[in-house]
Each structure stands twice: as structure tokens, then as C-alpha cells.
């Protein structure tokens, strides 16, 4: 079964799911090995590793060590097409279509397809929609866009719905790394109940309540990332 198969099964069970997002900008291949150990024992399902900024050399054998040691789904989230690795098993295959940056709505992907096609990596388009999160975060900055209000809920929802319409497999509601404020419960409700395809949301979840809070408005897959990387002990308190 494909990775994208088991997303749409767990979603078809009401089963939830986690991704520890890993920045390989911050992360050593030495920090990864006592991270893998970590990401085993949490209530992780999927481990992402990308950011925004990253164009480093170790990252194949930071992927490597991840999917070697934690044994889950690893996708590659990526930034840039310099951040493609055939050791991971997918990747978010991103169009940012909250913003009107054409370099990130199809330049950077027409220019991945012939490193693409090198790898085995299951290719999963996705809708990425930027949502305020209270602060300019570092996706606005790179991309140069501006993010959905965080009260818009009707462009975010008309957005995510052109991605479904275009036949994308995922949405991604993003408040961006570190933001002061997830994506709103009101927002990712309506997404969820109105659009069919599995919904990730990501950006400013710090705490089990506030995961348990984004599931219960309807989230799929949660991605946690500052949470994580400031405290590896996060899911054992
Ligand atoms: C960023 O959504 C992810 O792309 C994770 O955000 O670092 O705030 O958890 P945090």
C-alpha cells in the first residue's frame, strides 16, 4: 500500500495522525540518531524533514538515519529541489497556492521533475496555504507571498478547494514554523468538512491539549516541529 493509500485509510477509520517535522538546517546526522530514538517512542506516524532555508549536503544521511531507526513513512518536505533525497520514501510534492509567487506555484516543481524521476520517491501533490499565524514567518519571507488571513476562512476554503478541483491528494494549512497562533478551529473545520481529501495542519502547536484541539476540528495529520525540536521529551511528559 502507498503511503497516500494509508493516509486516505486511517482518515476513512477516523484514525489521526502525527508527523514530527525535522529541520535539517538545525539538525546534525549525530542529533538524528538520538532523535530517531525519540520519534520511536512518541505517538508519531510519519516523519517530515525539510525548511525553508536548507541547501546542506548531509541530507541524505540524515533521511537515511531517520527512516533506518524510527521505521516510519519518511516525506520530504521540501523548500527548495535541492532538498529531494531518494532515501526518503515520498515527498509533498507542494504548490503554494495561497500565494502569487509563480516560482512557488510551478517553477521550482517543472524544475524537480528530472531530479524526480531519478528517485522511487511516491510523489504526493499538495495544496500549501499559508494562514497568518500571527507573525511574518519564514515561509512568507522565502516565498515572498503574503498568508491567508486568519479569519478568512472563505479564501482559505475557496483556495483549498481549487487544489481539490486541480487533483491534488492533500491540503496543507500552514501558520508556519514558530507562529504565535495555529490555524483556527472555525477554519480548519469548514476546510475538513467541505473539501474530501485529507487535511494536514501545521504552524504553532505546542501543546497535547492544542493537538487534541486541531483533531477535534477535523485535522487528519497534525505536523509538529518547534514543539519537538525544543524539548525531544515533548510527547513522554
Ligand atoms: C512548519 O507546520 C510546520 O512547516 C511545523 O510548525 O515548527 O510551529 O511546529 P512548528
Known amino acids: ?18 508527523a514530527i517535522l525535522i529541520d535539517p538546517e538545525k539538525v546534525t546526522v549525530e542529533d538524528a540518531i538520538v532523535l530517531a530514538e525519540k520519534i520511536k517512542s512518541s505517538p508519531a506516524t510519519h516523519v517530515f524533514v525539510g ?14 538515519i531517520l527512516k533506518k531507526k524510527t521505521n516510519l513513512p519518511t516525506l520530504i ?14 515527498i509533498l510534492f507542494l504548490s503554494l497556492l495561497s500565494g502569487r509567487n509563480p516560482d512557488y506555484l510551478i517553477e521550482h516543481q517543472i524544475n524537480s521533475v528530472r531530479l524526480l524521476e531519478q528517485t522511487n520517491l511516491e510523489v504526493i501533490p499538495t495544496a500549501y496555504l499559508l494562514i497568518d499565524g500571527g507573525k511574518e514567518t519564514t515561509v512568507q519571507n522565502v516565498s ?3 498568508a491567508i488571513a486568519y479569519n478568512d476562512i472563505e479564501l482559505a476554503y475557496i483556495t483549498a478547494k481549487a487544489g481539490v478541483f486541480l487533483g491534488m491528494k492533500l491540503i496543507y494549512l500552514e501558520a508556519g514554523s514558530g507562529a504565535t497562533k495555529n490555524v483556527s478551529a472555525e477554519m480548519t473545520k469548514y476546510i475538513t468538512e467541505n473539501c474530501e481529501i485529507p487535511v494536514i495542519v501545521g504552524g504553532g502547536i505546542r501543546s497535547m491539549k492544542t493537538i487534541q484541539e486541531v483533531y477535534n476540528s477535523g485535522a487528519d495529520l497534525i505536523v509538529i516541529g518547534t514543539a519537538f525540536e525544543n ?7
Not at 51 to 64: K, P, R
Not at 77 to 90: L, R, T
Not at 231 to 237: K, Q
Request: proline share 4%.
Open 231 to 237: 524539548d525531544s521529551d515533548f510527547f513522554n511528559l
Open 1 to 18: 500500500m502507498t503511503i497516500y493509500e494509508n493516509i486516505l485509510q486511517a482518515k476513512a477509520k477516523n484514525e489521526k495522525l502525527l
Open 144 to 146: 515572498q507571498t503574503r
Open 77 to 90: 518536505f521540501p523548500g527548495h529541489p535541492y532538498q529531494i533525497s531518494d532515501e526518503a520514501d515520498g
Open 51 to 64: 525548511g525553508s532555508t536548507f541547501s546542506g549536503s548531509h541530507l541524505n544521511e540524515l533521511i537515511a
